[in-house]
């Protein structure tokens, strides 16, 4: 069945420092791909998205590239902020007619400053 | 509403009591889903409803769990004879479209079940 593989937390990273969360994905068809980010005592909130291959989805600086060749959808971020402290999750949206999202663990970020 | 609402934010609950979680989506948002986030765990799928139907149920644990949905709105999620592995934090969220890949979801903020 379609799953999605996170890189294993916690990622601790200095301010400014250069952010790579790995997210790679087995599914059959075409999904779409998500970036879901959770702060503290706060709810899931969609990050950014990407529905084709080669699509790059974007939002507050994070970017992330849907490359089927390798199966991936890995988030990136330039210089992070201490803001940025929070869970990352990962997602598919299958090709079946349902729409539900399959996710990933989730990555643990913590930005010292 | 101007969001996905959950009730209660947080439930405490004795082993073998059956409990009731709310959720208020969307107005107009005709898919509605819900998950569980154990701790330390990845969200886990339990339910889908288009309107008031649930085309997947695939991810219920077991039949002490149960869900429905009534006017393509409210959703109660059931859980019956609770045990100590059904504490977590139980999310739902609602989109336009179900079946449509290009929607997100918008996700409720939770409710904490702990069961004692």
């Known amino acids: 069945g379609d799953s999605v593989t996170q890189m294993e937390g916690p990622v601790t990273l200095s301010e400014e420092a250069f952010l790579t969360i790995n997210c790679t994905y087995t599914?059959?068809?075409?999904?779409?791909l998500f970036w879901y980010v959770q702060y503290p005592g706060e709810g899931l909130q969609l990050l950014l998205k990407a529905t084709k291959a080669d699509d790059k989805g974007s939002n507050k600086g994070f970017e992330a590239t849907y490359r089927k060749e390798t199966t991936s959808f890995h988030l990136e971020k330039g210089s992070v902020q201490v803001s940025d402290s929070a869970v990352y999750f990962c997602a598919l949206k299958g090709s079946g007619n349902t729409g539900k999202l399959i996710f990933g663990q989730g990555t643990t970020l913590q930005v010292k400053p | 509403g101007a969001g996905v609402s959950q009730s209660p934010s947080n439930k405490v609950t004795e082993k073998g009591k059956d409990v009731e979680l709310r959720c208020d989506p969307i107005s107009g948002h005709t898919a509605l889903y819900w998950y569980r986030q154990s701790l330390g765990q990845g969200l886990e799928f339990l339910i889908y409803f288009q309107g008031n139907s649930a085309p997947d149920k695939s991810g219920l644990p077991s039949d002490r769990f149960s869900a429905e949905r009534t006017g393509g709105s409210v959703s109660t999620l059931t859980i019956q004879r609770t045990q100590q592995e059904d504490s977590a934090v139980y999310l739902c969220?609602?989109?336009?479209?179900?079946?449509?890949?290009?929607?997100?979801?918008?996700f409720g903020s939770g409710t904490r079940l702990t069961v004692v």
């Open positions: 599914a059959t068809g075409y999904p779409s």
């Open positions: 969220a609602s989109s336009l479209q179900g079946t449509y890949s290009n929607y997100g979801y918008t």
